[in-house]
Structure formats: structure tokens, C-alpha cells
């Protein structure tokens, strides 16, 4: 039988949440679905992380030249890129992408489903996923998996967990506070009530 091929993992600093698919998967481009978190980060705060994936993915294509198994020159794919502004200017920020599909087949044809574990900040974990919208801030567990393929090679960050320490109001939030204490009393007896009980 052949050995499983491990992959090394990594966790990030705290980082802010752009694009959440956590509690359920993503079918728009994929009918199996996809869970996926994508995340800002400072150009500065991402570098130790682009020189660990680029490292990587170095050892990576080093060994398959040394096996002859790649020879030509190819194009290179990253789970990263800058952010830029209305006017295509770089903003000094990156955005990193980690994805899982929702349904795996194994090596026997075998079909099982995935879900991505998630942590409270005191790294419990949940069973019961609340809503994770932009802005919220976690830190992100994955595993790092280069990959050649035809004319192109990169990295892909399969995601695996995710640690909520700070969660962003969503749209459907409540917008108003307590503001109990100035409530109209009710009416005194013989007072005009223009509204049925």
C-alpha cells in the first residue's frame, strides 16, 4: 500500500476576513461544493508567509526535475495576490485564498463529505458555526500542496480550520441599541388610546 502523502500545515497571525464560505459551501462553480476563506493581510505581515509557499513550491519543483520529470519552462500560480483600488493601483495589502471541496473521493472511489472545523478564541470547538461575515478577524489553519500540471505549477491552500477571535456585525444585524429607558410609558387611566390591545 502506499504511503499518504502529508502536507505541511501552517497558521496565520490574525487577519481579516474578505470573502467567508465556512458554514456551507459555495455551489456557484462547483456542484459539489466548495468551502473557501479569503483574507487581507498587510504586504509587510505577508511576507514571511509568500517566502514559506514560494520555498515550498521551489523543493517541490527541485525534486521533479531531479526524478526528469519536468523539463520546460512553465507559468506559476499562486493562492495570493495585491489589492488594488478603483484605478488598479496597488493599495499595499494582499489577499490570500484557502479552499476544501465539500465532497472528496479517495483512492477506492470512495465519496465522503468534508466540513471545516471552527474554534472560539479560547480554541473550543464549536458546534454550532455562527455567521462569519467581512471584517471579522481569525486565524486561518491549512495545508500547503504545490502541484504541476501540463504547463503550469503552483500552490494551493486546502483549508482546514478556522479560529474566530472577533466577529463583524452582518447586514442583518440589529442597527439600534437599548433604548429601553425612554420608552413612552403607557397611558394613564382615561387617557386616550388610539390603538386597540
Known amino acids: 500500500m502506499s504511503k499518504r502523502q502529508e502536507y505541511p500545515r501552517m497558521t496565520t497571525q490574525p487577519v481579516q476576513v474578505v470573502y467567508p464560505w465556512i458554514r456551507t459551501p459555495d455551489f456557484r462553480f462547483d456542484k459539489t ?3 473557501s476563506l479569503t483574507w487581507r493581510m498587510s504586504e509587510e505581515d505577508a511576507q514571511p508567509l509568500i517566502k514559506e509557499l514560494r ?6 519543483l527541485d525534486e521533479m526535475r531531479a526524478k526528469g520529470e519536468i523539463s520546460k519552462n512553465f507559468a506559476l500560480s499562486w493562492p495570493y495576490k495585491p489589492e488594488k483600488n478603483d484605478k488598479e493601483e496597488e493599495t499595499g495589502f494582499v489577499y ?4 476544501q471541496a465539500a465532497l472528496i473521493t479517495d483512492a477506492k472511489g470512495q465519496t465522503y463529505s468534508k466540513k471545516i472545523q471552527v474554534y472560539d478564541s479560547k480554541a473550543q470547538l464549536l458546534a ?5 461575515y467581512a471584517g471579522s478577524k481569525v486565524k486561518v489553519n491549512f495545508s500547503v500542496i504545490p502541484w504541476f ?3 503550469k505549477a503552483g500552490v494551493t491552500l486546502r483549508l482546514i480550520a478556522v479560529q474566530i477571535l ?5 447586514f442583518d444585524s440589529n442597527p439600534f441599541s437599548d433604548e429601553s429607558a425612554d420608552d413612552p410609558q403607557p397611558a ?4 386616550s388610546m388610539p390603538f386597540g390591545a
Open 55 to 60: 520555498l515550498n513550491l521551489k523543493t517541490y
Open 188 to 191: 394613564a387611566e382615561g387617557d
Open 33 to 35: 461544493g466548495v468551502y
Open 149 to 151: 500540471k501540463a504547463d
Open 128 to 132: 454550532d458555526i455562527p455567521p462569519i
Open 96 to 99: 490570500f485564498r484557502a479552499k
Open 166 to 170: 472577533e466577529l463583524a456585525p452582518g
